[in-house]
C-alpha cells in the first residue's frame, strides 16, 4: 500500500523545537533568507494510520519540492527529510574542507543501502533522503543549512544541528568528528518510480536492502 504526500514548505526555524513539533513541520532554505513561520501539516503530511501500520512505502511528488527546499514526510512512525539539494550544495558536499571535519565522509558504516553508498549518500545526487533522527539520542535535529557564525553553534557551516546535545551533520546526513553522535543518519530504502516520484520505504527492483540491517536508528 502506498500514500502519495502532498507537504507544503515552511523557513527553517531560528529556534530549537521538540520532537513532536518537528513530525508536523517542513523547512526551506535557500540564498535568500525569509521570516521563520510554522504551519501545521498533520493533515496534508501524515500517512493514513493503515499505511504507517503495515510500513509500506509512502510516496512525494518531487514537482512540489523546488530546488533549494527540504520537506518531511513519515515513514514507519519515523521522520524522513527529502531535500532538494542545489548545484552549489552538492559541490560543498565534495569540498575536501568539509570532508577533513566530518567521521565517517566516505559512510564506511552501515547506516544506508549499498546503491547510495557514494559521495551525496542518495540515487539521485540533488535529492537527499535521510531519516531525521540523531544517532545518539533520538533527537530530531534541526535544519540549519545557512553558514552562521554564531547559531545554532560557533562556526556554522550548514547542516543539520541537534539542539539536544550539539551533534552536528552535513546535508548528506554525514556526522561531524568530535560530538556524541556516532553514526551518519540512516538512509532509508527508496526509489524513484518516476521522473517525478520518489517512494521511500521501498528498494529499487534490483536490491533487497534490509533496513533493520543498519547499526543505529
Same mark, same amino acid.
Given at each position: ?77 519515523? !521522520? ?32 544506508? !543501502? ?26 530530531? !535535529? ?11 553553534? !560557533? ?63
Amino acid at each position: 500500500m502506498t500514500d502519495t504526500v502532498h507537504a507544503a514548505i515552511i523557513h527553517p526555524s531560528d529556534e530549537p523545537t521538540r520532537r513532536d513539533f518537528l513530525y508536523i513541520a517542513t523547512a526551506a532554505f535557500g540564498a535568500v533568507g525569509a521570516a521563520a513561520s510554522i504551519v501545521p501539516m498533520i493533515s496534508q503530511m501524515n500517512p493514513d494510520a493503515s499505511t504507517l501500520a503495515a510500513g509500506g512505502p509512502v510516496e512525494l511528488d518531487l514537482t512540489k519540492v523546488a530546488p533549494g527546499q527540504q520537506v518531511m514526510v513519515r515513514w514507519r512512525t519515523r !521522520p524522513v527529510f527529502v531535500t532538494h539539494r542545489t548545484p552549489q550544495a552538492l559541490e560543498k558536499l565534495k569540498d575536501p574542507a568539509l570532508l577533513s571535519l566530518l567521521a565517517d565522509p566516505q559512510s564506511s558504516e552501515l547506516q544506508q !543501502p549499498t546503491y547510495v553508498e557514494n559521495w551525496h549518500r542518495s540515487i539521485k545526487p540533488e535529492f537527499g533522503v535521510v531519516i531525521g533522527i540523531c544517532t545518539h539520542l533520538g533527537c530530531i !535535529p534541526l535544519f540549519e543549512p545557512q553558514p552562521n557564525p554564531t547559531s545554532p553553534a !560557533p562556526n556554522w557551516p550548514g547542516g543539520y544541528f541537534c539542539p539536544c546535545h550539539g551533534s552536528k551533520y552535513d546535508l548528506a546526513g554525514r556526522v561531524y568528528q568530535g560530538v556524541p553522535a556516532p553514526y551518519n543518519l540512516p538512509v532509508p530504502p527508496h526509489h524513484f518510480p518516476n521522473d517525478t516520484m520518489l517512494s521511500v520505504g521501498e528498494n529499487p527492483p534490483t536490491s533487497d536492502f534490509d533496513f533493520a540491517s543498519i547499526k543505529q536508528m
